[in-house]
């Protein structure tokens, strides 16, 4: 059973039965303290980026016409100081709820992932990897000002050093090999969810819902190179909630949190709707 809750200030705390297979509407700084500690086998994150991109034009390759301006409020911080302090409360929680053994996958881009990764790393926690997201089909860069960006970074990560004992799936690994290698690595050749796809959500007006949407061939690898059928994976911004869907395809279960109620309600429809679909690893 799927479950949507709205997180209400005056409860304190949530149990494990309360939250598996739910989408919580909440701020994850007000609802992940609720949490027991060492509760989840797995976290993704795809945190923002302050890409500082506001007013930003987004358009389709190949044409001029803009289909939407990069305009959100949940990217914008008042500077690289506020920015860190919020990368290091929400490290610091998410390391508290993960179990021993557990790992983490944190997204980031060229503006961001540097920075996240030296806040990781000053908690303590273990970089086992960092993929290479390759873009087959970026979008391009219209201002001629440098290359078109078409990469973006997954930091894999355990608790600390001494973690030994965590899920990696070699087999899964080995079906995500990009055509010009002959063994598993930490480059994977994926498309981005643009508005051609139809997993891709919109609006009422035909444009992307969210712009940073990630697409469920990410998420899949995410998951079955890091998990085992049943564990439980959180994903404390969801965003439009990827990760559950991908999640209950592979008999794994989840916890997601979203503080945007339009990524809420789409989540939570996107989640009612879904129904199992064939697996890119076959």
Known sequence: MIRLLSDNPE?????????????????AFQVLPK???ELTDMIFIDPP????????P????????????WDEEWDEFE?????????????????????????????????????????????????LSIFVWEKTNPTPNFFYLRPTNA????????????????VYNHEYAKLAIPPRFKIPVNIWEIPICNSNVSERLKDEEGKPLHPTQKPEALLERVILIS??????????????????????????????????K?????????????????????
């Open 79 to 127: 500077d690289f100081e506020h920015y860190d302090g919020f990368i290091t409360a929400l490290m610091t929680e998410c390391m508290r709820i993960m179990k021993p053994n557990a790992t983490i996958w944190v997204m980031g881009s060229y503006q961001n992932i540097c920075r996240v990764g030296k806040i990781m790393q000053d908690l303590g926690f273990w970089f």
């Open 58 to 69: 987004i358009r389709r390759w190949g044409e001029k016409t803009t289909l939407y301006i």
């Open 227 to 260: 998990t085992r059928e049943g564990d439980l994976i959180l994903d404390p911004m969801c965003g439009t909630g990827t990760t559950g869907v991908v999640a209950l395809r592979h008999n794994r279960r989840f916890v997601m949190v979203e503080k945007e």
């Open 151 to 166: 990469t973006e970074f997954l930091i894999w990560a355990v608790k600390d050093k001494s973690v030994k004992d965590f």
């Open 49 to 56: 980026y302050f890409a500082q991109r506001s007013k930003y």
């Open 35 to 37: 949490f027991p500690s």
């Open 262 to 282: 339009k990524y809420v309600d789409a989540a939570y429809e996107r989640l009612k709707n879904s129904l199992p679909q064939p697996s890119i690893f076959g």
């Open 11 to 27: 409860k304190t705390t949530y149990t494990p039965d309360e939250i598996e297979n739910t989408l919580i509407w909440g701020d």
